[in-house]
């Protein structure tokens, strides 16, 4: 399975953006998909998850103002963003994993600024 990470750009602080990770297959096996982010010289870290029964989990960081969610149809998981700060800009990393297994999208990279 391969996961393409698509929508980051350039927003403004208070804006909004909504990131897409495309899977080659279908995401319906999988126990958990989610995004991690990294900002630059940090370490990467957990932004949301959704597990495959629905239950979902926010970095305190974002609870409130970022929502994840997937479409089976589409194959392809979400996050939505909103009231971003600059402190969200980051490369944003999908990941998705059954069994052993986990799979990794390229990233897409969000930058706040004004």
């Known amino acids: 399975v391969q996961l393409q990470a698509s929508g980051g750009g350039l927003v403004q602080p208070g804006g909004s953006l909504r990131l897409s990770c495309a899977a080659s297959?279908?995401?319906?096996?999988?126990?958990?998909m989610g995004w991690y982010r990294q900002a630059p010289g940090q370490e990467r870290e957990f932004v949301a998850r959704?597990?495959?029964?629905?239950?979902?989990n926010y970095a305190d960081s974002v609870k409130g103002r970022f929502t994840i969610s997937r479409d089976y149809a589409k194959k392809t998981l979400y996050v939505q963003m909103n009231s971003l700060k600059p402190d969200d800009t980051a490369v944003y990393y999908c990941?998705?994993?059954?069994?052993?297994?986990?799979?990794w999208g390229q990233g897409t990279l969000v930058t706040v600024s004004s």
């Open positions: 297959g279908t995401i319906a096996s999988f126990k958990v």
């Open positions: 990941y998705a994993a059954r069994g052993l297994a986990e799979y």
């Open positions: 959704i597990y495959g029964g629905g239950t979902t």
